[in-house]
């Protein structure tokens, strides 16, 4: 017999009429980090999604460390379990100083729409491919730094994580709020150290005190309390330790489980805005994934020409060459059978793109010798422009094996370049598409006003000219005030 497969399968909940939906819970958890926070998390999707819905809940957040790795798959068993995702990412900044054992600022952060999602996900991947001195990103590691999150805030609720050291903390909080105006909570957990209430009563001062709301969570790491001794486990892993050896480096008890809405109510009971202010931004962060799609550069055309237009003109032009003796009924029918399938998913530009990187290659001095394969030799059109070499008219194949309407999603078109002049086709496409992008930045700044709109205040009132320039001054990076005041300790 075979051997039991070491991984597990993969297990995603199907909305199948066992899963009710839930009344609106009075709290959503927004501190929960799976086990794509890798060496962090214990538990997975699918653990929290079956362990949620009896608990009473009906959205339920996620945030994992520096990625979106694990939103698809939480998205996917908590629609299965009749839940809504709040899709969101916990930032653990680089503003760190090693030499006084301090470690950087950490945020949750939740995109309220699909533009803001886009800017934390360009935010994330810069972090992953450049360090803070430009050069290409270590393996694992994210640097982001409380100036990049200043850029890239639009449009996301930022929740504070306080240190553990409230002084510290106190200190900074100033600086973090005059940075990031966007920033609207401080996070708070009980710890069960003793001192909760007397914590959590600073914090919500401290909130108070800047413009700020408490918000409460249980800083989840795990489904159940069963899964404390594997949260001990992977963090022995992650500090390359063992369990007799890690001491405080494990959590001090198996209090980080996902816990009920009623229970976290009767924890916050003197704090009841910190439960109010979770299920508020859960209903501010109205984002999806089922909102994403393929989205194509927009491109001009020639005589003012539709994509899908200049498509038809192309293949039409290529049949003219393929066929010079005349274009057989067998090829006009399956172009305009195809072409209305193009036109009804709306991926006319994808086809054009294939089209102009083939060209490309062909026009080199020597051509890069290319052949599309797969599937794409039962479309006429690939043919036509040149993507395949299969002539239809000498073949029966099925159209719909390449492209069908109920997939819901462009086809693969897999094309083969020689191996040695491969970087200078990757080469290309990454030039045109910089090039592109610059043009289009330069239409937008054309369009806007020379002058800059007046600066808004915290809740949205016109900001204070300065007395002497008649301009509200700038606030200096966190960066460079947090490195003068850890220098002047």
Not at 125 to 136: F, V
Not at 167 to 178: E, G, H, Q, S
Not at 393 to 418: A, K, N, V, W, Y
Not at 430 to 442: E, G
């Amino acid at each position: 017999m075979p051997d039991p497969s070491l991984t597990p399968d993969k297990h995603v909940i199907v909305r199948d009429g066992s899963h009710a939906p839930n009344p609106r819970s009075a709290f959503v958890e927004l501190g929960l980090t799976s086990c794509f926070s890798f060496l962090r998390g214990a538990s997975d999707a699918g653990e929290y999604a079956e362990a949620a819905h009896p608990l009473g809940y009906d959205a339920l957040g996620i945030t994992d460390r520096n990625t979106m790795a694990g939103v698809v798959r939480m998205h996917l068993n908590l629609k299965g379990a009749c839940l809504r995702p709040v899709i969101g990412c916990r930032l653990d900044l680089a503003e760190a100083c090693p030499e006084q054992g301090r470690r950087g600022l950490s945020f949750l952060a939740y995109p309220t729409d699909r533009a803001a999602y886009g800017r934390l996900c360009t935010l994330l991947s810069r972090g992953k491919m450049q360090d803070q001195h430009g050069a290409w990103q270590a393996k694992d590691e994210c640097t982001i730094s409380a100036d990049d999150l200043a850029r890239h805030a639009q449009g996301l609720i930022l929740i504070l994580i306080p240190d553990d050291d409230l002084d510290i903390f106190a200190a900074k909080l100033p600086l973090v709020v005059r940075q990031l105006p966007s920033l609207s909570h401080i996070a708070a957990s009980h710890l069960y150290r003793g001192d909760d209430r007397a914590r959590i009563n600073r914090l919500d001062a401290l909130a108070k005190a800047h413009g700020l709301t408490l918000l409460a969570t249980n800083d989840v790491h795990y489904h159940e309390r069963a899964r404390r001794p594997l949260q001990d486990v992977v963090t022995c892993i992650r500090e390359g330790t063992t369990i007799a050896k890690a001491g405080y480096l494990l959590a001090a008890n198996a209090e980080r489980h996902l816990k009920s809405p009623a229970e976290m109510v009767r924890l916050f009971a003197a704090w009841p805005h910190a439960i109010t202010a979770s299920r508020e931004i859960a209903d501010a962060c109205r984002f999806s994934l089922d909102e994403l799609k393929y989205e194509y550069p927009d491109e001009e055309y020639p005589e003012g020409r539709s994509a899908q237009e200049h498509l038809e003109a192309l293949a039409h032009e290529g049949a003219a060459r393929r066929y010079p003796d005349g274009i057989p009924d067998k090829v006009r029918d399956n172009l305009v059978k195809e072409f209305a399938i193009i036109a009804q998913m709306d991926i006319a530009r994808y086809f054009l793109t294939v089209r102009e990187i083939v060209a490309f290659a062909e026009t080199r001095t020597p051509p890069i010798l290319c052949q599309g394969r797969g599937s794409a030799a039962n479309s006429t059109v690939c043919y036509c422009l040149r993507i395949t070499a299969v002539d239809p008219t000498e073949t029966d194949l099925l159209f719909e094996r390449f492209i069908s309407p109920e997939r819901s999603e462009p086809p693969d078109i897999d094309i083969d370049f020689e191996h040695e002049r491969r970087e200078d086709i990757i080469r290309r496409s990454s030039t045109t598409a910089r090039a592109r992008r610059s043009a289009r930045s330069a239409r937008s700044w054309a369009c806007r006003r020379t002058s800059p709109p007046p600066s808004r205040g915290r809740s949205g009132e016109a900001g204070v000219p300065s007395s002497k320039t008649g301009a509200s001054p700038k606030p200096a990076s966190i960066s460079a005030i947090l490195n003068s005041s850890a220098s002047s300790r």
